[in-house]
């Protein structure tokens, strides 16, 4: 008999180890959807090891995307609803949609700061609400990865984008009218304050007296040399900022980095992006812990919006969406500047529309704009009016059109350590990029639930025999 009850206590045992390892086996599932800025040092892919390095072995992470070159929000519905074609996108999130935990969108770079002055941003915020409500379907919750600005501004629209902070802030601006409008009680959005970050950067150099724009300073080392791009070290700070939104976890503890980015600079990345977070306050970290050694002090001016929260708080959706920031719709003239040669990947092949003044109307600068970001730059760029303004002029009239259903799939490879450097121009144009190693977020891995399903009648007989 105590033979019995032995040999019955180690197949219960056995049992409870099996359904301990179904609920402890967790997936998640993410999307990218975007353009240039996710493909550049194949942003989806070191966000996929940040959150294998970091997270418990037994998790199953699968990170995917699709970002073809100069893509906006407004392509983006169109590829969903099948109005381009039976993209990849159309099948991820409407006629076979995947179970998402998370999508992540990327408006085009300029297109953000366009509140009030262009139907551009109309037409974006438009497509923000219907492309949430396709991730809504899917189970999936909405995260908008908020851009940089230009690192000298836009020379393209340089009265419009005069300098890299006047850009920020508009950008802060857009992205923060995006989560607003997309958020309710029950189901609020985030934004990735990724522009934050980078801000904080530019910030911190003007306030101990040096030049941001200094070539080799730690701003201008998250660029690419066009200015516009992020270098490996921008998309890795953009990485670490994306971990902390998604998993509410110090992003300061992680241990992973691409091989391009070393131990000192990956501790001061880690360090900018909890304090983007801890300003922004859309989300705590609920395991913040004193970081590891690290030069870099906390600033006295930062960029700010919200009050520090106290880092044992856990992330608490608010009950209504936030109030959007006032902006003044007055419509600006914006000038219209000669194309130059940039990355191709940076402009949509179409030309916004902008809402221009009549002759009498007053023209009103973005220098005028309250900003929401304070800057401590002595010395503002001054501002000239153009005689005419038809339009904003994104893109060479020569622009290809690109097809993204007809661009290849291609497969992440377990490493990350061959990156390109800041200093090399952009060649991974218009490729998708592809990290799999689950379909599924927050449930039980089905093998394991086959095997203890299939074990139960055979312990029930066990049970009998001896019984």
Not at 151 to 180: C, K, V
Not at 435 to 448: D, F
């Amino acid at each position: 008999m105590k033979q019995r009850l032995c040999v019955l206590q180690c197949c219960a045992v056995v049992l409870m180890i099996l359904l301990l390892n179904v609920h402890c086996a967790v997936e998640m599932n993410v999307l990218f959807v975007g353009n240039s800025y996710v493909n550049n040092n194949n942003l989806p892919e070191i966000l996929n090891q940040v959150l294998v390095d970091a997270l418990p072995k037994s998790n199953e992470i699968s990170v995917r995307s699709y970002a073809p070159n100069g893509q906006t929000f407004l392509e983006h519905v169109q590829d969903v609803d099948g109005t381009r074609g039976n993209t990849e996108l159309s099948q991820w999130l409407r006629t076979d949609p995947e179970p998402w935990d998370w999508v992540i969108l990327q408006e085009q770079s300029q297109t953000p700061g366009f509140q009030g002055f262009s139907s551009e941003f109309t037409d974006s915020t438009d497509s923000a609400i219907r492309l949430d409500n396709y991730i809504e379907a899917t189970g999936g919750e909405t995260v908008f990865l908020m851009t940089w600005g230009r690192r000298e501004g836009d020379e393209r629209l340089p009265s419009f984008y005069p300098d890299f902070t006047t850009m920020q802030n508009l950008l802060t601006a857009g992205y923060d009218t995006y989560m607003d409008i997309t958020s309710t009680a029950k189901r609020p959005t985030r934004v990735a304050p990724v522009g934050i970050a980078f801000q904080i950067v530019h910030d911190r150099i003007l306030r101990d007296g040096g030049d941001p724009l200094a070539s080799g300073s730690d701003f201008s080392r998250l660029y690419r040399n066009d200015g516009s791009h992020p270098s490996v070290e921008g998309s890795y700070l953009a990485a670490c900022v994306l971990y902390a939104t998604l998993t509410n976890r110090d992003p300061r503890q992680l241990k992973y980095a691409p091989d391009a980015v070393s131990q000192q600079r990956r501790m001061e990345i880690q360090e900018v992006a909890f304090d983007a977070i801890r300003i922004r306050g859309d989300t705590i970290v609920s395991n913040a812990a004193p970081p590891e050694a690290n030069p870099t002090s906390s600033p006295t001016s930062d960029p700010t919006r919200k009050p520090t929260p106290s880092p044992t708080q856990v992330f608490v959706p608010p009950p209504t969406p936030r109030p959007t920031f006032a902006i003044s719709a007055q419509p600006i003239s914006v000038p219209s500047s000669s194309p130059t040669t940039a990355e191709p990947s940076e402009f949509p092949t179409g030309e916004p529309t902008v809402s221009l003044p009549s002759s009498d109307s007053p023209t009103v600068f973005p220098s005028d704009i309250p900003s929401l970001v304070p800057s401590i730059d002595p010395s503002p760029t001054p501002t000239v009016t153009p005689s005419t303004a038809p339009s904003i002029s994104r893109a060479p009239s020569q622009s290809p059109t690109l097809n993204p259903s007809a661009m290849p799939s291609v497969s992440f490879s377990p490493s990350v350590s061959n990156f390109p450097s800041s200093a090399s121009p952009s060649t991974d144009e218009g490729s998708f990029g592809n990290s799999s190693a689950g379909t599924r977020g927050l449930k039980a891995s089905s093998t394991q639930l086959t095997l203890v399903y299939g074990l139960l009648p055979h312990l029930m007989v066990f049970f009998f025999l001896y019984f």
